[in-house]
């Protein structure tokens, strides 16, 4: 059974930082593409961000140069770094597991979730 942990999350100022975990266990980690999504209500879950085997990683235009992925294949965790985080960066925030080859950035195309973290930037 494959089970997604986070960790992390909570209240910064705007200009700060933040940084996400997400554990992974009962899937073969090397071979997953790992993704961070977030969802504020009313709107979609949106694509923040995904790294693959290999570890090469994607971003879109709304975080490229603050956010950073990372992941440690010996503790099969995946990170989210934010940096110089603004209050429009305030979501609950979902890693994503993607059992398939390649990156999507359509939160269908992701086979298991974590269970959200609140990031909530203050201005």
């Known amino acids: 059974q494959v089970q997604l942990v986070q960790s992390g999350g909570g209240l910064v100022q705007a200009g700060g930082s933040l940084r996400l975990s997400c554990a992974a266990s009962g899937w073969t980690f090397t071979t997953a593409t790992m993704a961070w999504f977030r969802q504020v209500p009313g709107k979609e879950r949106e694509f923040v961000g995904a790294?693959?085997?290999?570890?090469?990683?994607y971003y879109p235009d709304s975080v490229k140069g603050r956010f950073t992925i990372s992941r440690d294949n010996a503790k099969n965790t995946v990170y989210l770094q934010m940096n110089s985080l603004k209050p429009e960066d305030t979501a609950v925030y979902y890693c994503?597991?993607?059992?398939?080859?390649?990156?999507?950035?359509?939160?269908?195309?992701?086979?298991?979730w974590g269970q959200g973290t609140q990031v909530t930037v203050s201005s």
């Open positions: 994503a597991l993607r059992t398939f080859l390649g990156v999507q950035t359509t939160p269908s195309a992701y086979n298991y």
């Open positions: 790294i693959r085997s290999g570890d090469a990683t």
